[in-house]
């Protein structure tokens, strides 16, 4: 799919005087937070974007989002249309290197968006997720090559595109209700605490993508 049809170049312009993270990482954060949220109206996403310390959105950046969101949405509720969901990652014209970063900063963007949902896991999505964080973590210099090249690139991408149809099931709730938004009570329960009632995931270990382990940091 070239980036007309994916809507690359849609978001790409859109996104033009915006630069705090990448389109693909903001199409990642939209993502997660649409897998266990009903999208909101663009006044709600102004207020999750000020929340999470961005810039304010340009009007067309806004509108976008908005409206892929409701598309979003609307996709991963059917179980059929689901499986057809693309991450927003440059098409096959590009270099290697400039996918393989787009879908690393898009996993990251995913794991953002969910983690302001207030959800909890599974014990198959907490795995998930560990595999989400070591796309994430993929580290490569520009004149590098991807260990695996094309081949390991399809497995990675096919594996983070599944991530979010495996996610929407849950029951979907206003994302003004969500803590980030609304604020938390003041008898609210630390995570902790959650953690210890088996409420919350317990927190990930550091994860090193086994990929990159001529990388080490």
């Known amino acids: 799919m070239n980036d007309n049809i994916s809507g690359w170049n849609t978001w790409l312009t859109a996104f033009d005087d915006w630069t705090d993270v990448s389109?693909?990482?903001v199409h990642g954060m939209m993502t997660g937070l649409m897998t266990a949220c009903n999208a909101p109206d663009e006044a709600t996403w102004a207020k999750v974007f000020e929340e999470l310390s961005f810039a304010p959105l340009p009007?067309?950046?806004?509108?976008?989002?908005?409206?892929?969101a409701e598309d979003i949405v609307f996709q991963l509720k059917d179980k059929d249309d689901a499986y057809a969901y693309m991450p927003l990652i440059p098409d096959d014209e590009h270099d290697l290197y400039e996918r393989v970063m787009a879908l690393k900063q898009w996993a990251n963007g995913f794991m953002t968006g969910f983690g302001i949902t207030d959800c909890g896991l599974t014990s198959e999505e907490n795995e998930m997720l560990s595999d989400l964080?070591?796309?994430g973590a993929i580290r490569l210099e520009d004149d590098e090559d991807f260990e695996g090249g094309e081949e390991s690139y399809l497995y990675i991408y096919?594996?983070?595109?599944m991530v979010p149809v495996s996610f929407a099931t849950r029951k979907r709730k206003a994302v003004k209700d969500i803590a980030l938004i609304?604020?938390?009570?003041?008898?609210?329960?630390?995570?902790k605490e959650l953690q210890a009632e088996g409420k919350l995931p317990k927190p990930m270990p550091p994860v090193v993508d086994v990929m990159n382990h001529n990388n080490p940091s």
Do not use: N, W
């Open 133 to 135: 964080a070591k796309i």
């Open 59 to 68: 009007e067309p950046a806004l509108t976008l989002l908005t409206e892929e």
């Open 182 to 191: 609304a604020g938390l009570s003041i008898d609210a329960k630390t995570t």
């Open 23 to 25: 389109i693909s990482e």
């Open 158 to 161: 096919e594996f983070a595109r």
